[in-house]
């Protein structure tokens, strides 16, 4: 279905664009020994128990269902940075600030299956944090959607997350026989 959604034009569904973001590291620390493992993208070399190690996000949620590991909050997830971020797009209506192309997904995962472990950084702050970034960066959105007319064969979308882009894919095909997004 990702396929047919890429090659149509067609918006992929949350559950394909999260399933995108699973290749995306994480670091977690392991609660106890864990093995190495040999994987399509490389090996992951034995993990002692409290050690910290990158992983891809799917293995990271993976371990810590099992009581496995403690998931480490990436830095641009703290409060203080989403916030930051915020502050950035409403300084700027016509750019987006940077931010991982998965930014969205990996949030709502961790926040959904390792929320104790973001207890320190307050969850209920970073869930309005993300929601206030995730509404000034639609709105923008909206906006310069709004301003395409006939003349515009492409688009350039610098700093745009997966989900962002996924919710124009399409829209953009349909106004006024614009594509290239």
Not at 70 to 82: G, K
Not at 87 to 94: I, T, W
Request: charged content about 25%; proline content about 6%; hydrophobic content about 40%.
């Amino acid at each position: 279905m990702a396929a047919l959604a890429l090659a149509t034009g067609l918006p992929f569904s949350a559950e394909e664009i999260a399933f995108q973001a699973g290749d995306q590291e994480i670091t977690i620390q392991a609660t106890a020994r864990l093995p190495a493992l040999q994987l399509m993208h490389g090996e992951i070399p034995e993990i002692s128990a409290l050690q910290q190690q990158p992983v891809p996000l799917w293995l990271a949620l993976w371990l810590k269902r099992r009581g496995k590991c403690r998931i480490i909050a990436p830095d641009w997830l703290h409060p203080e940075a989403l916030e930051e971020k915020l502050a950035e797009e409403k300084r700027s209506a016509n750019t987006f600030a940077t931010t991982p192309y998965h930014y969205l997904e990996i949030a709502y995962e961790l926040l959904n299956t390792a929320e104790d472990d973001l207890e320190r950084l307050d969850p209920n702050r970073i869930r309005v944090a993300l929601a206030d970034l995730e509404d000034t960066r639609r709105a923008k959105i909206g906006r310069g959607l709004r301003t395409i007319d006939q003349t515009v064969d492409h688009i350039r979308l610098p700093d745009i997350s997966a989900t962002e882009l996924n919710s124009i894919r399409g829209h953009a095909d349909s106004k006024d026989g614009v594509s290239g997004v």
